[in-house]
């Protein structure tokens, strides 16, 4: 998950730890926190409570040997499904000084989370701290590693590497294009030169750049790559990627053959996506919609097969390939 996903899913919410129950009563979340009521009780209400008290004890017991493993998380899931179950102070004080010894091991994560933030280091502070507030919620540790993410996500030094974070995780998606495209073109010349046995030695041709391996992509790939590309500029500038990006768009553009072959797969796609949009006005049986769609396909992507089935669909509607004079 990306930087910018992580700080715009922080939430506030955390549950502060519950003062003891008194005897006989159980300790209960609520809307507003966390409440003290015997809840509903059917049957014996001793007999209840007996079991309520069993289960709380080995579940704490449980989180305890968790704890002693160094599985804090996990213990802290245990501590948390007992707490429902307090129905007495002595296992109200045993979970409460269980769930502090984990809180102050948060605490210490969130030390070295705010370290990484001071060392400028900030996709690992945005996960540690993410961590702590998704694998401890409900301790206070969760909350304030929430306000703590709220606020480093406010500082235009945190947004830049969120940026660069982004751009990075989309290019990787192009360098893996780029890099099998020219392996792929590698091993055919490396075969077509083998099969020439009397072909003369010549001298190594100059590596093709990132660009020139783009143009040679398929056309489906070649449309893919480049809306990538230019996804990534619209959403990640100024980024440093997002720049690299822009270098290279801009030299698919000066490229005649690749800029008209961009142009004409952008202008088919487009007619693919009105065509698709009309088909979906038709079956929902808006049709005068569906009719106004495919007359424009006609107009704009005259003499293509998209051009053919809208023409066709128009004659199954009973509508004339031009609207009638009014």
Not at 141 to 146: C, D, H, L, T, Y
Not at 210 to 220: F, G, K, N, R, V
Not at 308 to 317: D, S
Request: positive net charge; proline residues 4%.
């Amino acid at each position: 998950m990306t930087i910018a996903r992580t700080l715009a899913g922080v939430l506030a919410a955390g549950i502060m730890l519950s003062t003891p129950a008194a005897q006989g009563q159980v300790v209960r979340p609520g809307d507003s926190g966390a409440g003290v009521g015997m809840g509903s009780v059917t049957g014996d209400p001793a007999d209840t409570i007996h079991a309520m008290r069993l289960r709380a004890t080995k579940l704490i017991a449980e989180a305890q040997q968790l704890f002693t493993d160094t599985k804090y998380k996990s213990s802290w899931k245990k501590l948390k499904a007992a707490r429902s179950l307090l129905v007495d102070k002595a296992l109200a004080k045993q979970w409460k000084d269980l769930a502090n010894q984990v809180n102050n091991v948060a605490k210490a994560d969130a030390t070295l989370a705010e370290q990484h933030y001071q060392k400028k280091e900030y996709t690992q502070a945005i996960k540690a701290y993410r961590r702590i507030w998704m694998g401890y919620s409900g301790l206070p540790v969760a909350k304030q590693a929430s306000i703590r993410l709220k606020a480093i996500g406010k500082d235009p030094a945190v947004k830049a590497t969120a940026q660069e974070d982004r751009a990075g995780k989309m290019f990787k998606i192009v360098r893996t294009t780029i890099d099998r495209q020219r392996k792929k073109l590698a091993a055919k010349a490396k075969d077509a030169k083998a099969k020439d046995a009397n072909a003369k030695p010549t001298a190594p041709s100059k590596a093709k750049t990132d660009a020139e391996i783009i143009a040679s992509l398929s056309d489906e790939r070649l449309l893919r790559t480049a809306d990538l590309l230019r996804r990534i500029v619209k959403t990640c500038s100024p980024a440093p990627t997002a720049m690299d990006c822009v270098d290279m768009l801009d030299a698919l553009d000066a490229d005649a053959p690749t800029s008209a072959r961009l142009a004409r797969l952008r202008v088919a796609q487009q007619a693919k996506r009105d065509l698709a949009q009309a088909d979906m006005y038709r079956k929902a049986g808006m049709r005068a919609k569906a009719i106004e769609l495919y007359r424009k396909i006609l107009t704009d992507h005259r003499g293509t097969p998209t051009a053919t089935q809208a023409a066709k669909h128009l004659g199954a509607l009973g509508a004339t390939v031009k609207p009638a004079p009014k």
